[in-house]
């Protein structure tokens, strides 16, 4: 057993060693001395790949190294082979290694930090462009070769060693965590506004762009049309973060490159040295937006959740009135056939008159208590709807008692259901602006206009109460307690109305007149 698993574990590291080689030789392909795209593969691979897989990886890249340097010995020399065979991602394995361990390039959650991963970039690629210099500084060149000064070759390796990573690095783990997302998923991606944008924006600008420049024999239109090919990249990178960038600087760096009339052009360089510096101050920059916009989407989702809280706090409370007045109506029965059954075992030692005196005041105890079920929980809300319970229920019952005239017209044309919670405070709060009208502005007359329109899910509700003013309705303190404990209304007056309203995007307006007051209600979801 220990046989086979140790073969299992020398499979996976020669398969590793040779889909890194096969991976650097394909990219190698592609990839010139001021763009060198296989850095990126080389920084990728280093990222992604677990420790152990550390030295099938510089197996691999040595094997690769050494074949060339067999097959150039002749031509460059013997100390340039052992230069060029030593393998770049052995001297930027102890960078990614503390840039993992030391600096945090991974959070808790596997995302990747956008600094730290330009910082790391940056080394190794200064890193692999020392070598190549040290390598190239022993070269043994052609008699016939033009020589243009080190300073001129240090900075096509290194920007080359850069900007391949650049183009690569993020692109690579946009991709993984877009894919670890669930945002990559087939059936989901047409919906996915980054990829929308970049394939319906950003794609046909840069083609264009590059297709003006690689036209052009002009360096000034061709350069401008490589500095306009990072407007894209910077609307990505103001919608979606440092994700847009890695996308859009990949697809720039792209058409950059598609515009170079020749290998060693010195205008691609210096595209190139403006394309490293642009993606590294967008990455910083979208890094930031992207934290921005988690913390507002945060910042949202926790609003969301306090107000569906609020809302199912609000129903909770209500169920809380129901039960309660299901208990009362219970305690009225009970008292009614108790007070009875004991009237009717005294019923031979009390007078005549004082039994009629004791049922009819069993009888008022048993109306109030009944009142009090009611004020908390409506039976004909219970029963026949909120219309029935606007129109002919305890605000109806109350104001009558009062001497008030009342009148409610209820309309709801499309048979739209409200939800339970939008029912509860609109009734909880006619009740409150009821109580109000009656306390504070001596109100001889109300009425009452009750729309609801809309569809189901997006409907709206809007009530308009009309209290019309007389001298003559004022009435005691003891009058307008029974009415607030006949409404069950919180005694808060407008105030309370608008935050109750204001947890389903409610508005409560006033409007006084000479002989009259008028409030509008609306309610923006139904």
């Known amino acids: 057993m220990l046989q086979s698993r140790y073969g299992k574990s020398v499979a996976r590291q020669l398969l590793a060693a040779v889909l890194y ?66 393998p770049p991602a052995g001297a930027a394995m102890p960078v990614v290694a503390f840039s993992k361990e030391r600096l945090g390039l991974f959070d808790a959650n596997g995302g ?130 440092w994700k847009g960038v890695a996308i859009g600087g990949a697809a720039a760096s792209a058409a950059v490159i598609a515009t170079m009339p020749a290998l060693y052009d010195t205008g691609t360089l210096e595209a190139q040295v403006f394309m490293a510096f642009a993606i590294t101050t967008l990455l910083l920059l979208g890094e930031r937006i992207a934290v921005l916009s988690e913390q507002e989407a945060r910042k949202q989702q926790d609003a969301r959740m306090a107000l569906a809280l609020a809302q199912r706090n609000l129903w909770v409370g209500e169920m809380q009135l129901r039960q309660t007045s299901h208990a009362l109506e219970g305690l009225r029965e009970t008292f009614r056939s108790s007070y009875s059954e004991l009237l009717d075992r005294v019923r031979h030692a009390i007078p005549a008159p004082d039994e009629r005196e004791y049922r009819l005041r069993a009888a008022e105890t048993q109306q109030q208590i009944y009142r009090l079920a009611d004020s908390l929980h409506p039976v004909l809300w219970r029963e026949g709807g909120l219309a029935a319970a606007l129109r002919q229920g305890t605000i109806a019952r109350v104001l009558n008692d009062l001497g008030i005239r009342y009148w409610c017209s209820f309309r709801n044309e499309r048979g739209i259901e409200l939800d339970r919670e939008v029912q509860v405070v609109l009734y909880r709060s006619i009740c409150d602006l009821v109580a109000y009208l009656c306390q504070a502005r001596q109100m001889g007359a109300i009425s009452m206009q009750v729309r609801i329109g809309g569809k189901a899910g997006a409907g709206w509700v809007f009530v308009r109460i009309r209290g019309s003013r007389s001298a003559a309705a004022a009435m005691p303190a003891e009058r307008l307690r029974e009415l607030s404990m006949g409404l069950s209304a919180s005694g808060l007056g407008p105030d309370a109305v608008r935050d109750r309203i204001s947890l389903f995007g409610g508005v409560l307006r006033e409007r006084l007149a000479d002989e009259s007051v008028h409030l509008s209600l609306s309610l923006a979801r139904a």
């Open 112 to 241: 990747i930090k956008i600094p730290v991963l330009i910082l790391c970039t940056f080394v190794c690629a200064l890193l692999w462009a020392s070598m190549n210099i040290l390598s190239f500084s022993v070269m043994r060149l052609p008699s016939d070769y033009v020589w243009m000064g080190m300073p001129v070759y240090a900075a096509r390796l290194f920007v080359g060693s850069f900007t391949g990573a650049l183009a690569v690095v993020p692109l690579v783990f946009c991709i993984r965590e877009m894919y670890l997302g669930g945002e990559l998923d087939w059936r989901h991606l047409a919906r996915n506004r980054l990829f929308v944008e970049a394939a319906s924006i950003m794609i046909p600008a840069l083609v264009m762009l590059a297709w003006v420049g690689a036209g052009t024999s002009q360096d000034g239109i061709k350069q401008t049309a490589r500095i306009f090919m990072f407007l894209p990249v910077v609307l990505l990178a103001l919608r979606h973060g």
């Open 21 to 86: 080689g096969v991976g650097l030789f394909a990219l190698r392909q592609v990839s010139f001395s001021h763009w060198e795209v296989f850095a990126g593969f080389r920084l990728c691979a280093l990222l992604l790949v677990g420790y152990r897989y550390w030295p099938a990886l510089l197996a691999g890249e040595t094997s690769y190294l050494v074949l060339g340097a067999i097959q150039s010995v002749d031509r460059f020399g013997v100390a340039w082979a052992v230069l060029y065979s030593l």
